[in-house]
Antibody, heavy 119, light 110 residues
Framework: QVTLRESGPAVVKPTQTLTLTCTFS??????????VNWIRQPPGKAPEWLAR???????YHKTSLRSRLTLSKDASKNEVILRMTNMDPVDAGMYFC???????????WGPGALVTVSS | QSVLTQPPSVSGAPGQRVTISCTGG?????????VHWYKQLPGSAPQLIIY???NRPSGVPDRFSGSKSGTSASLVITGLQSEDEADYYC??????????FGTGTKVTVL
C-alpha cells in the first residue's frame, strides 16, 4: 500500500524558513519513473504545485518560487524534504506531498500539513 | 491565478447528470498535454479520479468519465449521488507554468 505523510511545524514566523518532511512507504524513489511532488493549498483556494524530485535526482520547481525552494531526498529513509525560505502570511495553508509514477498526475497524496505564518 | 478555468459551482438532483468544464489554452491542452481530475472532500486531500483525459484509477466508479477536445476538457458525473458532493479540480501541464490546477468547481447535490 502506497502512503505518504507530511510532517513539520504548524506555525512559522514571517521571514523564517519552513522545513517539511514527506515520509513515504509502499514504493521506492529509486524506481525509474517515480517522483515525489509538493503541492500547497491556501484556505478556500485551488491547489498549487510547488516542486518535484525525480528518481534520478532531477528537481523541478515552480518558476515564480524557484529562488525560495530547496528539495532534497534521502532514499534510504524514504524521505523528501522541502525547504521554503522567507515565509510570508500569504504562504499559509495546507502543504501536501504526492506521488507521481510514469505520469504527470498525482496518484497518491498525503493527508497534508497545515502551516500558519504568524508572529 | 490559474490558466485552467472552471465554473465555480454546479448542482444537480440525485440521479441526474452534471458536467464540469475546464477551459485551457494553447500552452496546455492545445499543446497536447493530458488532463487529470481530482475530487476533494472537506478536510481531506484531493483524490485522483480521472487520469490521461478519460481513464479511471482502480476503485473509481464508472459514473465518472472524462473527455478533452481542443483547448477544453470535461468531467461528467452520471447518476449523481450524495457522496459526489465535493470540490473538483482539473490539472494539466503548461509550457509556461509547469504543473497547473484548475480554479475548482463545487458540486452540490440538491
Amino acid at each position: 500500500q502506497v502512503t505518504l505523510r507530511e510532517s513539520g511545524p504548524a506555525v512559522v514566523k514571517p521571514t523564517q524558513t519552513l522545513t517539511l518532511t514527506c515520509t513515504f512507504s509502499g514504493f521506492s524513489l529509486t524506481t525509474t519513473g517515480m517522483c515525489v511532488n509538493w503541492i500547497r493549498q491556501p484556505p478556500g483556494k485551488a491547489p498549487e504545485w510547488l516542486a518535484r524530485i525525480d528518481w534520478d535526482g532531477d528537481k523541478y520547481h515552480k518558476t515564480s518560487l524557484r529562488s525560495r525552494l530547496t528539495l532534497s531526498k534521502d532514499a534510504s529513509k524514504n524521505e523528501v524534504i522541502l525547504r521554503m525560505t522567507n515565509m510570508d502570511p500569504v504562504d499559509a495553508g495546507m502543504y501536501f506531498c504526492a506521488r507521481s509514477y510514469r505520469n504527470w498526475n498525482f496518484d497518491t497524496w498525503g493527508p497534508g500539513a497545515l502551516v500558519t505564518v504568524s508572529s | 491565478q490559474s490558466v485552467l478555468t472552471q465554473p465555480p459551482s454546479v448542482s444537480g438532483a440525485p440521479g441526474q447528470r452534471v458536467t464540469i468544464s475546464c477551459t485551457g489554452g494553447s500552452s496546455n491542452f492545445g499543446a497536447g498535454y493530458d488532463v487529470h481530475w481530482y475530487k476533494q472532500l472537506p478536510g481531506s486531500a484531493p483524490q485522483l479520479i480521472i487520469y490521461d483525459d478519460n481513464n479511471r484509477p482502480s476503485g473509481v466508479p464508472d459514473r465518472f468519465s472524462g473527455s478533452k477536445s481542443g483547448t477544453s476538457a470535461s468531467l461528467v458525473i452520471t447518476g449523481l449521488q450524495s457522496e459526489d458532493e465535493a470540490d473538483y479540480y482539473c490539472q494539466s501541464y503548461d509550457d509556461n507554468l509547469s504543473e497547473v490546477f484548475g480554479t475548482g468547481t463545487k458540486v452540490t447535490v440538491l
